[in-house]
Structure formats: structure tokens, C-alpha cells
């Protein structure tokens, strides 16, 4: 049997060795990134009124799926509310039927991460009926 020798460039077989090697710190900096940009900002409470109100937050990442998680206890928010607006890096979302004159408590989540305020929710309360 004959061997057929093919004659490979150093600099091509250094090159492929270099991109195998970096790839992973590569997608690790991208993925670490990503994430930094995920988080959200300059979080509004507005329109407050009897039985809705509107919030919206910053998010700069593209690839973040972000909604309200709220309740009445601070420590068990069980309703969930979608983003139904996004406008440049703006997120809004309204949240209705809610109770006149009540105090809620409420997170944005981000890709599965709860955020507040120093790891506690934020609060709005409605206008009360009078």
C-alpha cells in the first residue's frame, strides 16, 4: 500500500491549534456579557390607579426574557404578569384587576433571576377607592 504524503503549512497547523484552544474563553466572554446585560434598570413604577398600574424597566441584552412576578406578601409573590410592550431597551408591562388601596409587592424576573432592591421586592400601592 502507498502513502500519499500531503505537506501542511506550520502556520495553518498553529492557527488551527490556537482557535481550538481559545473558542472556549471566547464563548465564555461572550456568555458572561450576555449575562451583565440581562439585568435590569431604572425600574418605574407609574400610572398608579385604582385597580391597574404600569411598570417598565431597562434591559440592553437582546437574548433576555424578562416578566413581573407579584403579590400581596413580600414573601410569596404567586401572580405573574408578561411583558406586553418592549420599545428600544424599554419593558413594559401593565398589571390590572388589581385591589383599590392595597400594597404590593412585586420582582423583575430575568432569565430566571429575581431582582429588587437589595434582594428584597418592590412595593406600589393602589389608590385607595375615595
Not at 54 to 66: E, L
Not at 93 to 114: D, I, M, R
Request: charged share 15%.
Amino acid at each position: 500500500m502507498k502513502y500519499i504524503r500531503i505537506h501542511v503549512p506550520k502556520i495553518f497547523l498553529f492557527l488551527s491549534v490556537l482557535v481550538i484552544f481559545l473558542a472556549p474563553f471566547y464563548y465564555f466572554h461572550l456568555a458572561k456579557n450576555q449575562k451583565e446585560l440581562c439585568v435590569p434598570s431604572n425600574v418605574k413604577v407609574s400610572d398608579i390607579q385604582r385597580n391597574s398600574v404600569t411598570i417598565s424597566w431597562d434591559i440592553r441584552g437582546k437574548q433576555c426574557s424578562s416578566y413581573i412576578k407579584y403579590g400581596f406578601n413580600r414573601k410569596n409573590l404567586d401572580q405573574f404578569a408578561a411583558v406586553q410592550t418592549v420599545q428600544g431597551d424599554t419593558h413594559i408591562t401593565q398589571l390590572t384587576h388589581l385591589n383599590a388601596g392595597e400594597k404590593y409587592y412585586f420582582v423583575v424576573v430575568v432569565n430566571n433571576v429575581s431582582y429588587g432592591k437589595e434582594g428584597m421586592p418592590l412595593s406600589f400601592t393602589t389608590l385607595s377607592r375615595f
